[in-house]
C-alpha cells in the first residue's frame, strides 16, 4: 500500500482581512475624491464674463463680416454680420454704468433697436472680418479692463495710474523696437 502526502508546498497565500478592507478604503477615496472633480468639470458650462468675452466670442461665434457683442444697462446682446442672435443674452454683466475709453477719449456708441425697441448701447466690442477689434479700455465693477486690439487676454487694473503705466511702457516698447 502506497501513501501519497500531501505537502504545503502548493499553499498559496491570500488576502489577509485587513489588507483587503485597506484595498476597499483605497478605493473609495479615491473614488470620493477625484470622481465629482472629473463630473463636475465636464458639466461646468463656459460662461461669458468681462475677463473671458473676446475669447469667449471668438471660440462660439463664426462670422464672415463682423460680431459686435453690445451691452445695454441690463442685457447685452450678440450680432453675427449685423443679424441678432435671437437666444442668447447676457444678463448683469455690470453692477453700474460703464465707462469706455479709446485713446484717452470717452467712447460713445450708437443705439440698438430690438423689437421695434430703442436701446441705448453702454458697451460694444466689435470684431472685422479679420477678429480684430478696437483697444479699448473699460472702467467696469470698481476695476480697469484693457482689451487689446490683437492679444485674446484682457489686462485687468485696479487704478487708472496703473494702467497708464502700462500703457506708456507699451509705447516705449513699441517705439525701441523699430
Request: hydrophobic letters at 40%.
Amino acid at each position: 500500500m502506497t501513501f501519497i502526502t500531501v505537502n504545503a508546498v502548493n499553499k498559496k497565500s491570500s488576502f489577509s482581512l485587513v489588507e483587503l478592507i485597506l484595498v476597499i478604503v483605497l478605493i473609495s477615496l479615491t473614488y470620493t475624491l477625484f470622481l465629482p472633480k472629473m463630473t463636475l468639470y465636464s458639466n461646468k458650462k463656459e460662461k461669458p464674463s468681462l475677463v473671458n468675452i473676446k475669447s469667449y466670442l471668438k471660440k462660439h461665434f463664426k462670422f464672415e463680416e463682423n460680431l459686435t457683442f453690445s451691452c445695454t444697462d441690463t442685457t447685452c446682446y450678440i450680432f453675427v454680420d449685423n443679424k441678432r442672435i435671437e437666444n442668447f443674452e447676457v444678463k448683469n454683466l455690470f453692477s453700474s454704468t460703464p465707462v469706455v475709453y479709446q485713446n484717452n477719449e470717452i467712447l460713445e456708441f450708437l443705439d440698438i433697436t430690438i423689437d421695434n425697441i430703442s436701446y441705448s448701447v453702454v458697451f460694444e466690442l466689435a470684431f472685422d472680418k479679420d477678429y480684430k477689434s478696437k483697444d479699448i479700455l473699460l472702467e467696469a465693477n470698481t476695476l480697469f479692463y484693457f482689451y487689446n486690439s490683437i492679444q485674446d487676454e484682457v489686462r485687468i487694473f485696479e487704478t487708472l495710474g496703473s494702467y497708464e503705466d502700462y500703457y506708456e511702457n507699451l509705447k516705449i516698447e513699441v517705439s525701441d523696437a523699430f
